[in-house]
C-alpha cells in the first residue's frame, strides 16, 4: 500500500477585517511538488470539499509549480473529494501538514476536532508539520502529558515583523510568533524577513514563510525517507 501525506487545508475565507482569505497558493503546490511523487496526498479540511484559495496568493505566484498545481486535473479532484477532518483517520498517514494562509489562524486554531487530531498524530510519533500561518493550527495539540507540543522545542511561523509588513496584524486573532512562544515554544527565524527557514524538531516540522514552503516538503521527505 502506498505511504500517504494527509495535507490540511483552512476552510476560512474572510478574515477578521472582512477580507478575502484561504490557503496560500505556493504553500501548498511547494510542498506538494515535493512530495506528491514519493507519496499518496489526501487532502481534508474542517468543511471537507474545495476549501477557498487566498485570492491574492493566485495572482502573486505565477511560478510553474504554483501554475501546475492549480491547473492539474488529480489535485483538482483531490480538492473536490476533500476529506472533512472529522472523517480523518490517523492510522492511515505517515505525516500530516498544514498549509499556511491567513484562514488557518481564523478557523483552525480554535478547531477542536483539528486540535484531538494534530494531538493524536503527534501522540503516534508521526510528523506533525506547518508552513507560514500554518503553526496556528497546532496550538491546541498536546502531547501525551497534556502539554502544547511547541513546549520547550524550537519552532518558527510567520514572524511579527512580516505580519506588519503586509499589514495584516488585525486581520487575525493573534501573532502567530508571540502565540505559541507563550506555549512555551522557542521562536526561530530567518535573519532577514521573507528568507528560509524550517526547524524540524523530532517529529514537528515547522516552516516560516512561503520561502520556505519547497524546503519543508524536502525536510518532511528526508525525515520520512529515513
Not at 19 to 32: D, K, R
Not at 150 to 158: I, M, S, Y
Amino acid at each position: 500500500m502506498a505511504r500517504s501525506i494527509l495535507f490540511v487545508f483552512t476552510s476560512a475565507d474572510r478574515t477578521l477585517s472582512g477580507a478575502q482569505t484561504g490557503w496560500y497558493l505556493p504553500e501548498a503546490a511547494h510542498p506538494y511538488h515535493v512530495l506528491s511523487s514519493h507519496f499518496n496526498i489526501d487532502f481534508a479540511s474542517p468543511l471537507g470539499p474545495n476549501p477557498p484559495v487566498d485570492e491574492s496568493s493566485v495572482q502573486m505566484f505565477k511560478d510553474p509549480q504554483s501554475v501546475d498545481f492549480l491547473n492539474d486535473p488529480v489535485v483538482k479532484t483531490k480538492f473536490e473529494h476533500a476529506k472533512k477532518l472529522s472523517d480523518v483517520k490517523v492510522d492511515d498517514y505517515e505525516a500530516i501538514f498544514y498549509v499556511g494562509g491567513h484562514g488557518p489562524v481564523i478557523d483552525l486554531s480554535k478547531d477542536p476536532v483539528n486540535a484531538g487530531l494534530a494531538s493524536e498524530f503527534y501522540r503516534a510519533g508521526k510528523i506533525v508539520s506547518a508552513v507560514c500561518h500554518g503553526p496556528a493550527a497546532l496550538v491546541g495539540a498536546t502531547d501525551g502529558d497534556g502539554k502544547s507540543i511547541f513546549a520547550g522545542k524550537p519552532f518558527t511561523g510567520f514572524s511579527n515583523a512580516e505580519e506588519r509588513a503586509v499589514d495584516k496584524v488585525n486581520d487575525i486573532p493573534f501573532l502567530l510568533e508571540d502565540k505559541i512562544q507563550s506555549l512555551g515554544g522557542h521562536y526561530e527565524k530567518a535573519d532577514e524577513p521573507w528568507g528560509v527557514k524550517v526547524v524540524v524538531a523530532g517529529n514537528l516540522i515547522t516552516g516560516q514563510n512561503p520561502a520556505s514552503a519547497e524546503p519543508i516538503g524536502r525536510a518532511i521527505l528526508q525525515t520520512l525517507q529515513r
